[in-house]
């Protein structure tokens, strides 16, 4: 397993801190982590709920049916630690489906599957996340995998409605419509050009 | 980075061409090239081994099946 050091934002002081990109983790690993979120997704879900608030679209997810795929060579797991616990995690596939726009239509991307905050780190979940940044650090580790992969950082994925706008205006992507073969999903993609960019504003800021 | 194992592949001339053709066309090494037909050949003969089958779709939304061996 790859141990790349990163930073994430203390949620209580503002302030960056230590933390651990994590390659490859294991299917033990991934379900491990689950037992701890479930609990947590479930219990905010519950209290949004009770509210009448939004309740944050992913709170079924259960990456023990998710983590089956690592068993194949075109998907892998990578995850964000800090404070000694697992604060996100993202499952990719590289290569198995191709850019959508140009100039690189049918060309091999880095396809992001799943991308999700530990519970204690969303804020509809908890008043005052635990740590801040979860999110863009795995979506920075996505572009540069793509590279890595020799994908000149191209990278797709389908939207929860939630997450729309992360996508779209933390991470520069393209949203190019709703898929009616993925749940009707809005689709985003970054180009060569938008990956370039996002790693230069990511290494200013 | 997990750790890489070296191998020789012995290709005959046409295949070296289609090799070097998706290459280019591809923006990737040979190397890169076969690391992606590896990836989609091991997930194609495990879903068809749990029974699924795959199937090409033209425009005109005309399914084909392919059979992979």
């Not at chain 1, 390659?23 to 519950?46: C, M, S, Y």
């Not at chain 1, 009616?180 to 790693?199: C, G, H, I, S, V």
Request: hydrophobic share 40%.
């Amino acid at each position: 397993m790859n141990r790349i050091p990163t930073t994430l934002i203390d949620g209580k002081t503002g302030r960056p801190v230590k933390a651990l990109l994590l390659d490859n983790l294991t299917v033990a690993e991934i379900n491990e982590v689950e037992k701890q979120w479930v609990i947590h997704r479930r219990e905010g879900a519950t209290r949004l709920h009770k509210l009448g608030l939004a309740v944050p679209e992913h709170w079924r997810w259960d990456w023990t049916e998710k983590s089956e795929k690592l068993k194949l060579l075109a998907y892998r797991s990578l995850g964000i630690k800090c404070g000694n616990t697992l604060q996100g995690l993202m499952m990719i596939s590289t290569g198995v489906r191709t850019a959508r726009m140009e100039p690189d239509t049918g060309k091999p991307i880095v396809y992001i599957e799943y991308l999700e905050s530990a519970p204690w780190n969303v804020k509809p979940i908890v008043d005052e996340p635990q740590y801040r940044g979860v999110g863009i650090r795995l979506f920075e580790a996505a572009v540069r995998l793509s590279f890595s992969e020799e994908f000149n950082g191209r990278i797709g994925l389908h939207s929860l409605r939630q997450a729309e706008r992360f996508y779209a205006e933390k991470c520069g992507m393209t949203a190019i419509g709703p898929d009616a073969k993925f749940q009707n999903l809005n689709y985003f993609e970054l180009t060569r050009e938008q990956a370039q960019e996002f790693l230069s504003e990511e290494e200013t800021s | 980075m997990a750790q890489k194992r070296t191998m020789t592949l012995n290709l005959t001339e046409v295949e070296m061409k289609v090799l070097e053709d998706l290459s280019e066309q591809k923006e990737l090494s040979k190397t890169a090239v076969l690391r992606q037909a590896l990836r989609l050949y091991q997930l194609v003969d495990v879903r068809i081994a749990n029974g699924e089958k795959l199937f090409f779709e033209d425009d005109e939304k005309k399914q084909s099946e392919l059979m992979v061996l």
